[in-house]
């Protein structure tokens, strides 16, 4: 049998496996400024803190809507603006699924996510819990991709030596982290990317 190209998948989540819905509409409906929920959350000195476990999910929120406030009106409809923005959910690719789970057949697969404290109960809900042997959230690991230690730690979770991991992100940062670390990536933007990656481990096994 031919020796198969990886023994270890780490995939990020967000932008390859599941897809959050523009907040638009809601924002139109409390009141707000098209982007003004994205520019709150993602400003950097505000999530930072959030995806390395330095705050939780719940404070990270409540942040966000101090801002809101702060900036565009009242507390209550910053309030609920941001409660309304936290129930949304996202699409999840099940294309992109279905591959993780026949690549699980012949290596081991760790989802790898600079995200908060709510992770694992989100991957819960949305039928992701199951979907890989590890999941890396760096909000419990204390650093954030492109942070090298980050990949140190999603390959020792799987017990992979970094060359033979093979790593897929949409940002091209985290990308490039990851080349830098020792790993095979691919920076990901459609379907027929994954496939194309993913051929030669899952026809291997054949």
């Known amino acids: 049998m031919p020796l198969l190209p ?22 139109q409906e409390h009141g707000l400024p098209i982007g003004a929920l ?28 101090a801002d809101l406030a702060a900036h565009h009106g009242s507390k209550e409809r910053a309030d609920a603006s941001v409660g309304a923005w936290s129930a949304l959910q996202p699409i999840v690719d099940q294309e992109v699924v279905a591959l993780l789970e026949k690549v699980r057949e012949v290596a081991s697969v760790a989802l790898v996510s ?66 830098e670390a020792g790993m095979t990536a691919l920076h990901y933007r459609q379907l027929e990317d994954l496939h194309e990656a993913l051929s030669p481990l899952l026809n291997g096994s054949n």
């Open 114 to 179: 600079n995200a908060t404290t709510r992770l694992e109960w989100d991957l819960e809900r949305q039928g992701l819990a199951d979907l890989a042997d590890a999941v890396v959230n760096t909000a419990r690991i204390g650093v954030a991709k492109p942070d090298l230690r980050v990949y140190r730690t999603a390959a020792e979770r799987l017990d992979a030596a970094i060359d033979r991991c093979l790593f897929i992100d949409d940002t091209e940062a985290n990308v490039t982290a990851a080349r």
């Open 38 to 65: 994205a520019a709150a959350a993602f400003a950097p000195a505000r999530l930072h803190p959030a995806i390395t476990g330095q705050i939780t999910d719940e404070q990270w929120r409540t942040l966000v809507a």
């Open 6 to 27: 990886y023994d270890a998948v780490l995939c990020d989540i967000d932008g390859v496996i599941r897809h959050w819905p523009a907040a638009d509409e809601l924002e």
